[in-house]
């Protein structure tokens, strides 16, 4: 079965940039989708297709997706951005979550 | 607005049944592809099973896969998870899920773009 690698966490200073990634074998070739999920809420899309944003997602995320490795990257980053961010990908009829990254605003 | 409210949740014995339900609104439910995907408290997210807009394709994850069924009454908006035969490993946050798809060039692509909040599923005797 398909794995998602993702780092336990990540930290950022405030106003800085974070870079969240997700390695898999050959990733560039799939969809990569991400999620945040705050403490007592459920997930919500951020980037899907490697690279779009929801409407209602701001500009300071973005996505990117080449070779073994997608990364989602926040600018300037606020204190709301902390949270658990999840990839996932689709791989022959089955969604895999990786295990999710903490992103922890210093 | 885009709604989905799980329900059916509970305490439930090793070797018991429970049936989740997800009502849905504010979209063509008749349209949509749908998920459950489930959290255990303090983990990740894991993918349990995911219907067609019309039920003709079903799939399951390796941990679910002939203990739960997905189903769906498109004259009714809702979607279920019948579960059977239940662990406690199955106990957690089962959210209902849709699926959206976008064209890209000559393929199609589909992603998870609507959450509810959840229903609580614990099994313990």
């Known amino acids: 079965s398909y794995g998602l690698t993702q780092s336990l966490s990540v930290s950022v200073a405030l106003g800085q940039t974070a870079r969240i990634p997700c390695g898999g074998d050959?990733?560039?070739?799939?969809?990569v989708h991400w999620f945040r999920q705050k403490p007592g809420q459920a997930p919500v899309l951020v980037i899907y297709?490697?690279?779009k944003r929801p409407s209602d997602i701001p500009a300071r995320f973005s996505g990117s997706n080449s070779g073994n490795t997608a990364a989602l990257t926040i600018s300037g980053v606020q204190a709301g951005d902390e949270a658990d961010y999840y990839c996932?990908?689709?791989?022959?009829?089955?969604?895999?979550f990786g295990a999710g990254t903490k992103l922890t605003v210093l | 607005e885009v709604h989905l409210v799980e329900s059916g949740g509970g305490l439930v014995q090793p070797g018991g049944s429970l049936r989740l339900s997800c009502e849905a609104s504010?979209?063509?439910?008749?349209?949509?592809?749908m998920d459950w995907v489930r959290q255990v408290p303090g983990k990740g997210l894991e993918w349990v099973s995911f219907?067609?807009?019309?039920?003709?394709?079903?799939y399951y994850a390796d941990s679910v896969q002939g203990r739960f069924t997905i189903s769906r009454d498109n004259a009714n908006n809702e979607l279920y998870l019948q579960m059977d035969n239940l662990r406690a490993e199955d106990t957690a946050l089962y959210y209902c899920?849709?699926?959206?798809?976008?064209?890209?060039?000559?393929?199609?692509?589909?992603?998870?773009?609507?959450w509810g909040k959840g229903t609580t599923v614990t099994v313990s005797s």
């Open positions: 297709g490697d690279t």
């Open positions: 050959s990733i560039g070739g799939r969809n």
């Open positions: 996932q990908v689709w791989d022959f009829n089955t969604w895999v």
């Open positions: 219907i067609t807009a019309d039920s003709t394709t079903r």
């Open positions: 504010g979209f063509t439910f008749t349209n949509s592809a």
């Open positions: 899920v849709r699926e959206t798809g976008q064209q890209v060039d000559s393929y199609f692509f589909y992603y998870m773009d609507v």
